[in-house]
């Protein structure tokens, strides 16, 4: 039977289970894709360990949390197993990218025809299945704080999975990209088209020396205290810096606060408007998702523990 992975409690990566389920069927405006490749996300981890931060209403859906226990797996690529009686344009077989999608870690995932893009044939299926939710993210930040040519942007979390979609946007974009890392991802970083500094003590001072023209805009992947400290003292227009996780004293301190919660801009529109183009890039080479590790699906949790520790760069992929 197809099988499916769901947390039965909330905790720590020990809470994942892998059950076995009916195959879903397809509702009359969605398919069914038999998924190939799953992105694993930060976001996975924090809806079951109950320590992710409030939500709005509407985007319980988007963050998977509808129901009594959240859905994990946010994001996948696949091949179409069925298609509902009002769907046109998508046919059995079509190899797909899907997004917005909840519980992908799963042998078939339902999704509604407006979440598939088709997956380019040059795109592997490890990287397609886990472009979407770091790209539009990190296009999200950019959108909102007007990074364009002739910028100078700070990207914090750098070789994160969303600041290295950040740091490649923005510089295809023209801007000047500053990015904070540990030394062992500086040079992927500048492969990519950025000036990486070291964080830590001293950190507005290296990126002072590294962008003396000065720093017009900012991008917090990595929601330290030293991050939104140096992004408050080096960008002159608050507007300009934006920040997807960290304490509250963001929302304190005037800067664009991007999320699911009350009074955050979760930017559904901009995301979505974006997801074509960015599998367009992938699927051309302009854009290249970096993907540091594949588990089985059975292996969920163990994914999870590594993505926990945080020592690599990239995306962890989950191959059923």
Not at 264 to 281: M, N, P, Q, S, Y
Not at 282 to 298: E, K, Q
Request: glycine content about 12%; aromatic content about 4%.
């Amino acid at each position: 039977m197809p099988r499916i992975v769901r947390p039965t409690a909330y905790g720590t990566p020990d809470v994942l289970t892998v059950l076995e389920v009916p195959t879903p069927r397809a509702a009359a405006d969605g398919v069914v894709v038999e998924v190939r490749a799953a992105g694993v996300n930060p976001i996975d981890w924090k809806i079951y360990s109950g320590a992710f931060h409030d939500v709005d209403d509407d985007h319980k859906d988007a963050a998977g949390i509808a129901a009594s226990m959240p859905s994990i797996g946010l994001e996948c690529a696949g091949v179409v197993t069925e298609v509902g009686a009002e769907v046109t344009d998508v046919q059995v077989g079509d190899e797909v990218v899907v997004y917005p999608v909840t519980a992908a870690y799963a042998d078939y995932v339902t999704a509604p025809a407006t979440s598939l893009i088709a997956k380019p044939a040059e795109l592997g299926w490890a990287e397609a299945g886990s472009l979407i939710l770091t790209g539009t993210t990190a296009f999200h930040a950019l959108q909102v704080t007007g990074v364009t040519a002739g910028d100078t942007v700070l990207v914090h979390g750098g070789a994160g999975g969303v600041g290295l979609m950040a740091v490649q946007l923005a510089a295809a974009a023209g801007a000047t990209v500053i990015a904070t890392a540990a030394e062992r991802n500086h040079a992927l970083l500048r492969e990519l088209g950025a000036s990486p500094v070291a964080y830590g003590p001293g950190l507005a001072d290296r990126v002072r020396a590294a962008a003396p023209q000065g720093v017009s805009a900012a991008v917090d992947f990595a929601g330290t205290d030293e991050a939104l400290d140096v992004s408050l003292e080096l960008v002159a227009d608050r507007s300009r810096i934006a920040s997807i996780t960290g304490s509250p004293r963001r929302a304190e301190s005037g800067i664009k606060v991007l999320g699911y919660g009350p009074g955050e801009d979760a930017g559904a529109e901009v995301r979505a408007a974006a997801r074509g183009d960015l599998v367009d890039r992938a699927g051309s080479g302009a854009l290249r998702v970096i993907v540091d590790a594949t588990f089985p699906l059975a292996e969920a949790a163990k994914a999870h523990e590594v993505g926990l520790a945080g020592h690599a760069p990239g995306k962890l992929v989950l191959i059923p």
